[in-house]
């Protein structure tokens, strides 16, 4: 597992926006992205990020050869911020399993 995230600050005016473009573009993901998620800080409502879950690092790179995994960047840049990307690989994980 390999996970991606983009940090960038958007303003008011943009956040509509910014959520808007998300939607949009998670209805045609690439193959490896297992889960996204767009977050924003409860106190600091500027202060938001991307948090990509991929299969492996290979499917992430894949995607970016494609020029799928730098779909984010350009909703940041929509949303008028230009956003950091952080690389992380997955030591352990805890996963619950609702049962019925």
Known sequence: MYITTLHGHVSKENRQTLEESFAKKCKRPPEGLLQSFLIHDKLDKSD??????????????EAKKNGQADTCDTLFFEAGSKAERRHYDVAERFLRVASE
């Open 48 to 61: 938001w990020q991307i948090i990509s879950v991929w299969r492996t690092e290979e499917a992430y790179l």
